[in-house]
């Protein structure tokens, strides 16, 4: 039975004093005194914060280059949400190391968010299982407990009476009953985030006995109460956050930090709201096209659509309509046959760079239609769509003419672009572009120095959103 409710919800939540919160949060995050390390499975994690670094890899030279900088706060792109279970755990459990060494050669006391995809999906609880076993066999530390805190307001994500749910205009649906949850490799039952964490862990943790933070106590201001809660937890049990706007994730981090300082340690997976709150980072305007594109280079823009989520095929859609774009459609399912596929990927170059060196913006997007090899062979189809999304990478990487800009839509589409296609070591987050959709200033090393580079989610924006910020760039 679906249990959809109207966002007119949120007008029965009571008000508090955002700027008495704001300067409670400022005074404890002054006493904080740790390195925040975001482990992001995509490179849309970072569609809240701005001014902070994006290392595109986890080795020893990244990580210490993040413990030296003087943010409190760095990401690292681990790209996750394209790996296997296998490759999961042999990354978290190098990661895990590395940061330990970094932060014993720093002397620097540090905490790890895995930020996870807010619609629940991704290697979960293996992530942050990993890291929380490698973390004690090699060192002293102990975890006492895990906070889940999916709240992302700006892709229309909440949490309410411990459910997650997900906005369509005036309506919550719980996040079990959306496409998200029938994800094919990260899929889930449960919109309950006790359930959800049952559901995750095989019954390793019970819904009845996880620890569950109220809005109720949020919006009363019961730090204290809301600190005993913390103070409770034990052997990695799950903490649940309950947030429907900032205001509950600052309230929440101001009896966080209480608890710390009064010795716990909890492991994190979030979404992207709360690296922004932890990280004390402030609210800046939505970027110009002034702000992005310093100089014109004559080119096109370059627009590239892996991502097969609904909201994605619906704003490519309302980007067709836009006459002043060239389309080019990818048949990745050609991956079936290297031969036809190596020559499709020629076709798909070769017409972007003619297009782009006449100064037409270009949209390059993968056939519509998901490649269904059947619901045995799900690590099959996870390969495949690697290669697919090494393909498109391929078509940034061996292209010649530098685009005016580069907007990759789909979370594993654009971290390999990212990484791979324009060959960044280190980005600074300028900013987002609209609300959860940042950009990148990609690094002198990449292929691109100083080109803005757009990472879209397929799961945010409205319809329109898409095509405004073509239209705003072009």
């Not at 807010?118 to 906070?147: I, M, N, Q, W």
């Not at 939505?286 to 823009?301: M, R, V, Y």
């Not at 619901?375 to 697919?388: A, C, F, G």
Request: charged content about 25%; hydrophobic content about 40%.
């Amino acid at each position: 039975m679906s249990m959809r409710i109207s966002k007119a919800v949120f007008q029965r939540i009571p008000k508090v004093n955002e700027s008495t919160v704001s300067k409670m949060l400022d005074a404890r995050l002054l006493e904080l005194n740790k390195k925040i390390i975001v482990l992001d499975d995509d490179p849309t994690g970072v569609q809240t914060v701005h001014g902070v670094s994006v290392y595109t890899d986890w080795s020893m030279e990244s990580i210490e280059k993040g413990f030296k900088e003087t943010n409190s706060i760095f990401f690292l792109l681990t790209n996750s949400r394209g790996f296997t279970a296998e490759e999961t755990e042999r990354a978290h459990k190098e990661i895990a190391l590395n940061i330990l060494a970094a932060a014993k050669k720093h002397n620097q006391e540090y905490m790890i968010v895995s930020r996870g995809d807010s619609t629940l999906r991704g290697h979960y609880p293996l992530e942050t299982k990993v890291l929380k076993d490698t973390t004690e066999a090699a060192s002293a530390s102990r975890f006492d407990g895990e906070v889940i805190i999916p709240f992302f307001k700006e892709g229309g994500r909440f949490t309410i009476g411990n459910v997650h749910y997900v906005q369509d205009n005036e309506e919550l649906i719980p996040a079990g009953e959306t496409e998200f949850a029938k994800d094919r490799t990260f899929g889930y039952t449960h919109s309950h985030l006790g359930k959800w964490a049952e559901e995750k862990s095989n019954g390793d943790f019970k819904a009845e006995s996880a620890v569950y933070i109220s809005l109720e106590s949020l919006r009363a201001l019961d730090i204290e109460t809301i600190k005993n809660q913390l103070l409770s937890v034990q052997d990695f049990n799950k903490v649940i956050v309950n947030a429907v706007d900032y205001v509950d994730v600052k309230i929440f981090s101001i009896a966080l930090i209480d608890a710390i300082r009064a010795g716990k340690n909890f492991m994190f997976r979030s979404a992207a709201a709360f690296t922004k709150v932890i990280g004390g980072i402030k609210d800046k305007g939505l970027l110009s096209k002034e702000d992005l594109i310093i100089e014109e280079s004559g080119n096109g823009g370059l627009i590239i659509i892996g991502s097969h989520v609904q909201k994605t095929t619906d704003q490519l859609a309302e980007l067709r309509k836009a006459e002043s774009i060239k389309f080019i459609e990818f048949d990745c399912h050609l991956v079936l046959d290297p031969e036809k596929f190596r020559s499709e990927i020629s076709r798909v170059i070769e017409t972007c760079e003619n297009l782009l060196n006449s100064g037409e913006t270009v949209a390059v997007y993968t056939r519509r239609e998901r490649l269904d090899l059947g619901e045995e062979r799900k690590e099959e189809e996870l390969k495949l769509s690697v290669k697919i999304s090494e393909a498109v990478t391929s078509i940034v990487k061996q292209l010649k003419i530098r685009p005016n800009y580069l907007i990759a839509k789909g979370g594993i589409t654009s971290s390999d672009v990212g990484t791979n296609g324009l060959e960044v070591k280190r980005a600074v987050v300028a900013g987002q572009i609209q609300p959860g959709i940042p950009v990148w200033k990609t690094g002198n090393e990449s292929k691109f120095p100083g080109m803005p580079y757009i990472v879209f989610p397929g799961n945010v924006g409205s319809k329109t959103s898409l095509r405004e910020v073509v239209e705003l760039l072009n």
